[in-house]
């Protein structure tokens, strides 16, 4: 059965960091793309950061871009957001996300972490 559990969400004031992590178990980690996604209550699901399987690209929605670095570790099966110069509209659940390196591939998501800005 396949698992991606998240870990290091929290409340940070803003301009804080946090760096999300996210354990993947019962799948070929190293054979998947990693991202994370965020949602905000009454909202869409937005895309925030993705890592190739090769760990070799990375892209970020532009809201990020500058502030959040993904990176992952095949021998953890763990994949991170650090999160820097934090602003209050970061605030969601964010979402971790693995999606094999395939056309058509099996797709999976975590459960989610609360992340909290204050102004």
């Known amino acids: 059965q396949v698992q991606l559990v998240e870990s290091g969400g929290g409340l940070v004031q803003a301009g804080g960091s946090l760096r999300l992590s996210c354990a993947a178990s019962?799948?070929?980690?190293?054979?998947?793309?990693m991202g994370w996604f965020r949602q905000i209550l009454g909202k869409e699901r937005e895309f925030v950061a993705r890592?190739?399987?090769?760990?070799?690209?990375?892209y970020y929605a532009d809201s990020v871009k500058g502030r959040f670095t993904i990176s992952r570790d095949n021998t953890k099966k763990t994949v991170y957001l650090q999160m820097n110069s934090l602003k209050p509209e970061d605030t969601a659940v964010y979402y971790c996300?693995?999606?094999?390196?395939?056309?058509?591939?099996?797709?999976?998501w975590g459960q989610g972490t609360q992340v909290t800005v204050s102004s």
């Open positions: 019962g799948l070929t980690f190293s054979a998947y793309h």
């Open positions: 996300n693995a999606r094999l390196n395939v056309v058509g591939g099996s797709e999976y």
């Open positions: 890592i190739n399987w090769t760990a070799a690209m990375t």
